[in-house]
């Protein structure tokens, strides 16, 4: 990607410590690049690049099936995950603009889609609302660089334990009333959903009782 710099079509338009992230304004499409780590064996590096790289792209594939989410295209590159660009906004900066009922009709939504990430075990792994975008009233997630598979209770209350820290961080004036909506939607067709909220409720105790 370094090469590409000078094409005027692709633009840098994110960096964090893991991956950049670039826009191909021409061809609509996002390409994330993982950053190599100078401080790694060179041979070891390339290895947990192709494998984190690998990983995500078969994590994003699993959840483009059952929800909204960019998939991937096939690639030889082990660095690079090329995937359609959503072109919409990030309801970590919209969600605060909208009236409260619109506020729990996103709720509805987002409910809804972890419900169904969850049980085909699927953890996103970093569950705020930066990692959710929205078009045409829909709701796309995107980012899953720290999920994974997992039937673990605890992992799957872990990651609704991030999306209320991030609600009550972000959107404070309503989260409650949000967070609710989240869980009745969550909860509707989950059997499992039930003993997740309690381990939730669980996890929260232990944050408070280590502080």
């Not at 390409?31 to 790694?40: A, E, M």
Request: glycine residues 4%; without cysteine; aromatic residues 8%.
């Amino acid at each position: 990607m370094e090469g590409k710099k000078a094409n005027p079509n692709i633009q840098l338009i994110q960096q964090g410590a893991e991956a950049k992230i670039f826009l191909d304004e021409k061809e609509k499409k996002v390409i994330k690049n993982r950053i190599s780590k100078s401080y790694r064996i060179p041979e070891l590096d390339k290895r947990i690049i192709k494998q984190r790289t690998k990983a995500e792209t078969k994590l994003l594939t699993k959840a483009s099936l059952i929800i909204n989410s960019p998939l991937p295209e096939k690639s030889r590159e082990n660095s690079k995950i090329i995937m359609p660009f959503i072109n919409g906004e990030k309801l970590s900066t919209s969600l605060n603009n909208f009236p409260i009922k619109k506020q729990i009709e996103m709720m509805k939504k987002i409910g809804e889609s972890v419900a169904k990430l969850h049980q085909e075990d699927i953890i996103h792994g970093d569950l705020t609302t930066s990692n959710m975008i929205l078009k045409d009233e829909e709701i796309f997630f995107i980012d899953f660089g720290l999920g994974y598979i997992s039937k673990k209770i605890e992992d799957k209350a872990v990651d609704l334990h991030l999306l209320k820290q991030a609600l009550e961080a972000k959107h404070f004036t309503h989260w409650k009333e949000m967070f609710e909506e989240f869980k009745k939607a969550y909860s509707k067709d989950y059997e499992e959903s039930k003993q997740i909220f309690e381990r939730m409720i669980a996890i929260e105790r232990r944050g408070r009782y280590r502080h």
